[in-house]
Structures are given as C-alpha cells and as structure tokens.
C-alpha cells in the first residue's frame, strides 16, 4: 500500500459507496496495465509530480514490484459501469545526467470488461493531441531481388475533439462513430488532460498519468469509462445476430492475403499438415535463407554503427583531455573502460542481427502455416473458409479474443481463435458453433487435426 494517497482514496470510495482494497494486482488487459512487465522487482524512488519536462520523486530504498496496483475502489462507478478504480505503480529505470536509477511511476486507472466490444473493434486507443498518420506497410531488412514486400493492415485514425483515435486493424468506420460520440467527447473534456483511453479484445482501461486523488477528477475518468462503455454497446446493437445457417463471405482478397497465397505455394503438401505448429516448422525452413540474409543486412547496419559510436567516443573522451589538461586521464579511462564499452556496444549489434534473423523468420512463417493447415483441414474435411470479420462482428463468444479462422460445415463452424486480451501472453482455442457452443483452450500444438476432428464430432 501507498499509504501517501491511502486517505483521500479511501474517502472516495467510501462516499460512492465501493468496496475498497489495500493492493491487489489487475490484469495486463491494456498497453497500460502492462507497463513494467517484465522489469522485476527493485529498490525504486517513488515519482510524486511528473509533467513534460520534469518529474519530482522521493525515497529510493522501498523495493517495489515491477506492477502492482493499490487503492482498489471495486464497484459501480459513477457513471453507472461495473469496474475498479486503482492507482498503479510500474518500474521503469531511468537515465539521466547523473546515471540510470530505477523509479516507481503512478498512474490512475479505470479498468473495466466489456466483452461485447470485441464485436465492433479489437484495438481502439483515444489519445490527446493529434494522432499518427496512418501505416500502410512494413517493409522488412534483408528484401531484395522480387520477393513481394509482407503487406500489413493498416490501423485507422480518427480526429474528435480533444483526442485523436486509432482503430488497430481498421474497422468499420460507422461503428466507430456510434462508439466515438458526442458524449464520449464531453466526458473527455472534464477529465485530467493526460487521459487516455484503451480497448483490447474486451478490455477496458481509462487512464490519466500521476496519482489522480481529487474526487471531481476521478468521478470524471469513471463517467469517461461509462460514456465509451455505453458507445460500445450502441455499436454491438447495431450488427446481426449469428445465423448459424447462413453462409457468410469468403475471406476477401487484401494485397495481404495475395502475399499469404504466394508464400503457402512455396511448400507443397501432398495430405494435410498435421498441426498448425508443423506447418509453421515448414515454413521456418523454407525462408531460411532469406531470414539469415535479414540477419546479415540488420547486423551490418548494426556494426557499422558500432564502429562510427566507437570513434565518436573515443573522440570526445580525448577531446575533453585535451580540453581539460587531463589527456592522460582520459587515455587511462579508454584504456580501462573502453574494452568494456566497446564489448557492450559489438554485442548489442550482433544481437541486433539475430533478432531480425527470427524475426524475419517468425512473421513469414507463422501467417503461412496457418493458413497452410486451414486450407488443408478444410480440403480435407469438405469445409468452406469464411471471412473472420464477418463472423466476429456476429458472434457473441464465450472468451475474449478474436477469430483466427473459421471454417463451414453442415449445420456448424470450427474456428480457431486467439485470446490476446492479456497482452504479457497469448492463449488460443479452438470453438464449435452448431448444436451448442463449445470452446476448448489448447496450446499451440493443440490446434490439430486430432482436436478439430473431435470437436467436429461434439458440435456437427
């Protein structure tokens, strides 16, 4: 507990009449509740006031957890949504002229579910000013000759009032207008100007920076919360209900999907892969070599860089010796620190390489072995292949996540889908629609054959 802003938190709740705990931890829903996975813990000063340009900060021998949450206010907000109220602290080291030190930054949240979102938009994000311009495509190290650039869906963006949004893929642009409304916008114009607002795969987080205690500002990030919330269940009104005996569209040809079919024809499958794991194994090997020339192109830049920082250094420590009378002082210093330095700088760009090595490998591989096993099952099995939008803005599922792909049978459908509402990992299932739903969690090897032939048989 933060026993700093334990008062007037628990005042707050108390006064909306809201369960009120000490600490707890809530999950990683959002880009936001994320921050500081993975740091661990460490002895932390605590950041009090921070703006643009400055922070002020106190202590520095409390060890904190890497994310935590404390001053949990759990209830219905004002506003009428269903949700907690928290202030959260996350890890973070932090440079500065002085060196690197690790700092316990607070945010306050707002953090809600809303499954019924995950029907009108998988990733929208409002935040103040102005946006970034939409991103059309990536194009990755190591391309050359005619090898087709990887097309990636581009995210959209939207300009209201006082916060730009970004739709991560694109969505329908109505459905984000009956979500981004008037009241959304006047909501938003009371709260801290530090707002922000995130929604991933059916989580909601409200979020202002600092520890927000002043009751007329927490009441209005919880009315911002309820304003999104009843957009979103406007949206979902507005799609059809699942007809499970009506075809819904192929999977619409995007210049992605025409890089996918160029890349599921570099490996030719006599019967179907066995797994979507031993699909994407194929896959891995048969863009090796352009992986590894990905690695060699990225671990050029990267020494490259090295050797210039290098000289730039050692230039700099000399030309301060010679500006300060103190050359050999500064021959001693490259003298003992600069295998160090030089050590440290080499490897990162080594590092660099491999990184983009797997990379490469990994978003080639992974898209192509997945639609590899979904093709063949599908051929194999006398199953039509729908469009995975098309299904998820009318399917109500049981779990969060999104529709990978979905396939058509007599009377059902076999989907394989993804649960990325956590963003520290990534769960999948496996889902039959016909005489009832079902939804199994699996691991990666357990998107099969074997698994989609019994849940057919629970479902057709």
């Not at 087709?148 to 939207?158: D, I, K, R, W, Y």
């Amino acid at each position: 507990m933060i026993k700093r802003w334990h008062e007037p938190m628990q005042h707050w709740s108390r006064e909306r009449g809201l369960e009120f705990h000490p600490d707890g931890l809530l999950p990683a829903w959002t880009r936001v509740l994320a921050r500081g996975s993975g740091a661990g813990a460490h002895r932390a000063s605590l950041v009090i006031n921070q703006s643009d340009s400055s922070q002020t900060s106190t202590g520095g021998l409390t060890k904190y957890p890497e994310r935590g949450h404390h001053h949990l206010c759990r209830g219905v907000l004002p506003g009428g949504l269903e949700g907690v109220v928290a202030h959260q602290l996350h890890l973070a080291l932090d440079s500065s002229g002085e060196g690197e030190s690790w700092h316990a930054f607070p945010t306050t949240v707002v953090v809600a579910r809303l499954p019924e979102g995950a029907r009108v938009a998988r990733d929208l994000t409002g935040r103040p000013g102005t946006g970034p311009a939409e991103v059309e495509a990536l194009f990755e190290l190591g391309r050359g000759g005619d090898r087709p650039a990887m097309p990636v869906a581009g995210p959209s963006t939207l300009q209201r009032a006082t916060h730009a949004w970004t739709a991560d893929p694109a969505e329908d642009p109505a459905l984000l207008a009956e979500v981004l409304g008037p009241d959304l916008d006047a909501a938003l114009a009371v709260a801290p100007p530090t707002t922000v607002v995130e929604y991933r795969y059916g989580g909601l987080c409200v979020s202002a920076r600092g520890a927000v205690v002043d009751p007329a500002a927490l009441d209005a990030m919880c009315r911002v919360a309820a304003a999104f919330a009843a957009g979103m269940r406007g949206a979902a009104g507005l799609l059809p209900a699942l007809d499970p005996a009506a075809e819904l569209p192929a999977p619409a040809q995007t210049p992605r999907a025409q890089w996918i079919d160029q890349g599921v024809a570099r490996v030719t499958w006599h019967t179907p892969p066995a797994s979507v794991p031993d699909a994407t194994a194929a896959y891995a090997r048969a863009v090796e070599e352009e992986a590894s020339g990905s690695g060699r192109t990225a671990r050029s830049i990267g020494l490259g860089a090295a050797f210039v920082i290098a000289w730039v250094a050692l230039g700099i420590t000399l030309g301060l010796g010679y500006a300060f009378d103190r050359v050999l002082e500064s021959v001693a210093v490259c003298i003992f620190f600069g295998p160090f330095f030089l050590y440290r700088l080499f490897k990162g760009a080594l590092d660099f390489g491999r990184e983009a090595k797997a990379d490469h490998a990994a978003s080639h591989a992974l898209p192509w072995g997945l639609e590899a096993f979904t093709r063949g099952y599908a051929s194999a099995r006398g199953l039509a292949v729908e469009d995975r939008d098309a299904f998820r803005r009318r399917f109500e599922s049981p779990v969060p996540g999104t529709p990978l792909k979905v396939l058509r049978g007599p009377g059902c459908r076999l989907v394989l889908w993804a649960d990325y509402s956590d963003v520290t990992r990534r769960r999948y299932h496996l889902i039959g629609v016909g005489k009832r739903t079902v939804a199994h969690e699996v691991d990666d090897a357990g998107r099969s054959v074997a698994n989609l032939d019994r849940l057919a048989a629970e479902v057709c």
